[in-house]
């Protein structure tokens, strides 16, 4: 099950952090759009649930991270794949080549053109409980800057 409180407090911190990395002088003119990618070789295996969406309309800024932040909590409340033992979600810039149309001729230009062009945030969960969050550009990751993971403490509750 997933732990709602520690998890979201921790992934609130590092969101704000990655706030302080974003531009916030863009005027946005259409809100972010999550188009699930159900490639079936990268959604399940055993004990392991990953998703993948296309942002269409994406931006690096504050408002497309709130909006990702938002759409994260609201796919955990829905999502019945979540108590699995690692549950993934990835954020891929909808692009010329990243998007559903484009995959369906060309499948492997996910492999090929996506990962380094348009991946930009991974967000995984451990046994129920927040673990990792990477921000990437250009294939590369930059959030965190020193090793590419965050690895969170195990939180637990104190006794009254």
Request: net charge negative; aromatic share 14%.
């Amino acid at each position: 099950m997933i732990h709602h409180k520690p998890g979201f407090t921790i992934l609130g911190l590092m969101l704000l952090l990655i706030f302080t990395q974003l531009s916030c002088s863009s005027v946005r003119t259409k809100q972010p759009e999550f188009i699930l990618y159900e490639n079936k070789q990268w959604i399940r295996s055993e004990g392991y649930v990953g998703r993948i969406y296309f942002v269409r309309n994406y931006e690096d800024d504050v408002n497309t991270l709130l909006a990702i932040n938002e759409f994260i909590f609201q796919l955990l409340e829905r999502d019945s794949s979540k108590n699995v033992s690692t549950y993934s979600v990835s954020f891929y810039r909808e692009s010329e080549k990243t998007n559903l149309e484009h995959l369906a001729i060309n499948p492997r230009d996910f492999d090929r053109h996506s990962f380094d062009n348009d991946l930009r945030y991974i967000f995984k969960w451990r046994d129920g409980k927040f673990a990792l969050l990477r921000r990437y550009e250009d294939g590369e990751v930059i959030y965190p800057p020193d090793d590419g993971s965050i690895e969170l403490l195990d939180y637990k509750e104190e006794s009254p």
